[in-house]
């Protein structure tokens, strides 16, 4: 594609899963901009809400129509942190609607009004563990989810090949710590003096209370622009800061100019970043879908925290999710928007961000230094038994060339189990710096940080062969994507070719060989061994249970492992009698 021609670039991605991947679904705390009706969750359009909300307070002369109803200012004043300092900590617009009575509190009534306010629906999951689904009920990758794992991405590698960037990143950490202390300190003072009246035991209680939401306050915007900070720096955002290395020099006659006209300039140009330049929208998302039949499985979760030179379970941390298995795949489109990323960096746009390749090489670049860290946080233990599946899966992912070599397939990361890592810069902390930012959330006394992993695990017998223990298998969310092209026919090919790559080099489960299935339409199904003493025998498939049938697409030309059935002839000689499906690469 001609790049200097064109001012988008469009590409379908196929994502694949390596370990299971789950992402919460919604559930009735989902927050501010939707309004729950059943099970039903409507996301509101904030233009069409805030004209609903102008229409009930005004009449065609502009004039109030009640003049104790003023809802416009009743809303604004609704969504303002003073407003709610003691009232629940989530701004909830049905609650607002309802309370007005600007909507009926009877749910098909209000559903009539709340239909024509939404830009789209979703649907409340029957529990917390359960995977996330869209409104008409079907499992989906939101984009959302894959676009701000790229954004991280990208920002680490500003961060990383930016001059002296590092040094502005430190300050801008330094900053919004200090920022943090004195915000809560002072937050904290004001609401100790209310509490006067209670006893100094209740009195502390209640401090480390609203200390504790006031750190997640602060670190809920810790990257994001926040006004209210206490110096320039601390209120700039992450995306502000990296960008501002990009800020175009002045391109005039420097000698026909004041420098302070050149001082203005380069000071407008930093307004319109925080203002106009946000990053991620040179990148648009789509939601990733999935295709065929997605491999569901309910898995076994704990928390393991990282102890002296030890792993341990973290008590009451077993969980039962709803995820994805390994090799499910999902597709998406990722638009590139070259017009936009030029009003970004003017004409010397980064080479990670000149391609949709390049941009999905510079995340798997950021992946693979995340696995590295990971599986150094293991090695940190001398006593990894519990974890050594997971140790091991980091270092066969690491050593691996294959992955790499795949055409297209880049490592990635998201959803749930990612922890901190993932999803913050803090790959560019030190120790200190990221054990300071771990407690803005969760103050702990360890030294590591982040100390604990979500893993999946699974039920094994303990040395007596009597008592169950959980054994970790696998870390969360690791996936490939995989660039198909904008042409719908060619990224089927594309996909085509990577799984049979794929299930051609994939080794056999121990015990098992690979078949290839030569007659679909027959029963039973004929296969063809491709390995091991009988390569080239042509056999039966034996399928142990109808859901195998109906779970697995036996197709001719799919690829499948068996384990092979022999039979002793008359004379001793044995033969091959038949074979049992075990599964598929």
């Known amino acids: 594609m001609d790049k200097t021609t064109t001012s988008k670039e469009t590409a379908i991605i196929e994502l694949e899963t390596l370990t299971p991947l789950f992402i919460k679904g919604k559930d009735p705390d989902y927050g501010e901009g ?22 009930q307070t005004y009449d065609e002369d502009r004039k109030i129509k009640n003049q104790n109803n003023d809802y416009v200012k009743e809303y604004s004043d609704y969504l303002s942190k003073s407003y709610h300092s003691d009232r629940t900590n989530k701004l909830s617009i049905k609650s607002f609607l309802v309370e007005k009575g600007l909507i009926s509190n009877n749910p098909k009534k209000a559903e009539e009004v709340i239909r024509d306010m939404a830009k789209g629906i979703t649907y409340v999951s029957e ?55 004195e915000w809560t300190h002072t937050e904290v ?42 110096s320039p720096l601390a209120k700039a955002s992450l995306d502000s800061i990296t960008l501002a290395a990009f800020s175009p020099e002045f391109a005039g006659n420097k000698a026909l100019v004041t420098p ?44 393991y925290n990282l102890r002296g030179e030890r792993f341990q379970k973290r008590d009451n941390t077993f969980a039962k999710l709803e995820a994805t298995d390994k090799t499910t795949k ?58 050594h599946a997971v140790k091991k899966w980091y270092e066969e992912l ?26 913050t810069q803090f790959l560019h902390l030190d120790e200190k710096d990221r054990k300071r930012s771990r407690d803005l959330m969760n103050p702990r006394d360890e030294t590591v940080a982040p100390q604990s992993r979500c893993l999946q695990t699974e039920k094994v017998n303990g040395n007596n062969n009597r008592n169950q223990e959980d054994k970790a298998l696998h870390p969360l969310g690791w996936c490939t994507l995989r660039y198909l092209g904008s042409n719908i026919a060619k990224a089927k090919d594309a996909s085509a070719n990577a799984e049979a790559k794929r299930q051609a080099t ?33 056999t039966n498939l034996k399928i142990m249970e109808l859901q195998d049938l109906q779970n697995t697409q036996f197709k001719k030309g799919v690829v499948v492992f068996v384990q092979l059935n022999e039979q002793q002839g008359k004379k001793g000689k044995k033969s091959l009698r038949n074979a049992t499906y075990r599964g598929k690469p």
């Open 34 to 55: 939707t309004y729950l009706i059943g099970n039903k969750v409507y996301i509101l359009d904030n233009d069409k809400l805030c004209k609903f909300i102008y229409d």
């Open 398 to 423: 690491l050593r691996s060339a294959e992955l790499e070599g795949q055409e297209g397939a880049q490592l990635f990361r998201l959803g749930w189990g990612g922890g901190m890592m993932t999803k």
């Open 189 to 230: 003072s004001e609401y100790i003096k209310s509490l006067s009246e209670l006893s100094p035991q209740n009195q502390k209680e209640e401090e480390e209370k609203y200390k504790k939401k006031k750190r997640r306050e602060f670190a809920s915007r810790f990257s994001r622009k926040d006004d209210k900070a206490s």
């Open 260 to 303: 302070k006209y050149i001082k203005d300039y380069n000071e407008q140009w930093e307004k319109a970043s925080d203002i106009h330049r946000d990053l991620s929208r040179i990148i648009r998302i789509t939601d990733a879908n999935f295709i065929e039949r997605a491999k569901w499985k309910k898995i076994d979760i704990a928390t």
């Open 506 to 538: 994939e080794p056999a489960p121990p015990g098992c060989v690979r078949a290839t299935i030569m007659d679909d339409e027959s029963f039973p199904i004929k296969i063809k061994i491709e390995e091991g003493e009988y390569q080239n025998s042509n």
């Open 330 to 387: 999902a597709w998406l489109r990722i638009t590139l928007d070259l017009d936009l990323a030029r009003e970004f960096f003017g004409n010397s746009i980064p080479t990670y961000l000149q391609s949709i390749e390049n941009i999905l090489k510079t995340v798997s670049e950021f992946f693979y230094a995340v696995a590295r860290e990971e599986l150094d946080f293991y090695g940190k233990a001398t006593h990894v038994g519990s974890v």
């Open 127 to 181: 529990a917390k563990r359960s995977f996330i689904i869209d409104g008409l009920a079907k499992p989906y990758i939101p984009g959302s989810s894959i676009k701000g794992a790229i954004r991280n991405a990208i920002l680490w590698k500003m961060l990383n090949t930016v001059e002296d960037q590092k040094s502005k990143f430190q300050n801008f950490v330094d900053e919004k710590f200090k920022c943090c202390e």
